[in-house]
């Protein structure tokens, strides 16, 4: 069975500075054996990571649209980011990717796509992220659940690390799988496992982030 934390970032992303070499090196202190790389707008992270691990990994980008973030997963090429929300996920599909949407209901943050938006996508989304270790209240994981469960759409969940001691807050316990149609099946028997991450993780991706920018990175 594999421990899939299917929400996770990188130093590749503006606010995060875990280097690739410390992520892998997490993962198999603490048996994560599968990761979904989702940096923002960026799929570099993502591919090295692949090239690098000994784990299966699944080359994601978690994309900044018009309208709030959408997750594309088992991406060739990056997508960029601005676009409106169905454009980014008609790209996802057009290269065989998945559509995932993380931390759906989570009012807490600007960057989760608003309800509106929501079902105007219902029919591109693959996957509905409903547990993310970074959303504060349990309400909102719950009605994410709902959704899924109403669409009849496959649930997910992840850390959505973004320092080292965030990976594997949350995972899916899964079977095994070697591509995208075998992921979904795996993915629809799947049990999720978490917990949630302290508050103060948000204030330290934001120093990261401004940092970041202060270096001219």
Excluded at 53 to 69: M, N
Excluded at 75 to 95: D, F, G, H, N, W
Excluded at 146 to 171: C, M, V
Aim: charged share 20%.
């Amino acid at each position: 069975m594999l421990k899939a934390d299917l929400h996770m970032h990188t130093a590749y992303s503006s606010d995060c500075a875990t280097s690739l070499e410390n992520v892998i090196a997490r993962c198999l202190e603490i048996g994560i054996n599968c990761v979904a790389v989702t940096d923002h707008n960026t799929i570099a992270g993502a591919l090295e990571v692949k090239r690098m691990a000994p784990f299966t990994v699944i080359v994601g980008e978690e994309i900044q649209t018009l309208s709030g973030e959408v997750i594309g997963y088992f991406l060739s090429e990056e997508i960029p980011s601005c676009l409106p929300a169905e454009e980014t996920a008609r790209r996802i599909k057009e290269q065989g990717g998945l559509v995932c949407i993380p931390h759906p209901f989570d009012r807490l943050r600007l960057s989760t796509l608003r309800r509106q938006h929501l079902e105007t996508l219902i029919p591109y989304i693959d996957i509905v992220e409903v547990f993310n270790s970074r959303v504060p209240l349990s309400r909102h994981s719950a009605k994410a659940l709902l959704f899924a469960q109403n669409h009849g759409l496959l649930a997910s969940a992840g850390s959505d690390a973004h320092t080292i001691a965030e990976i594997g807050n949350a995972y899916v316990e899964m079977p095994e799988f070697n591509d995208r149609e075998e992921f979904c099946l795996a993915l629809a028997e799947g049990r999720i496992v978490g917990r949630r991450a302290s508050p103060w993780v948000h204030a330290w991706s934001s120093w990261v982030r401004l940092s970041k920018h202060m270096r001219g990175r």
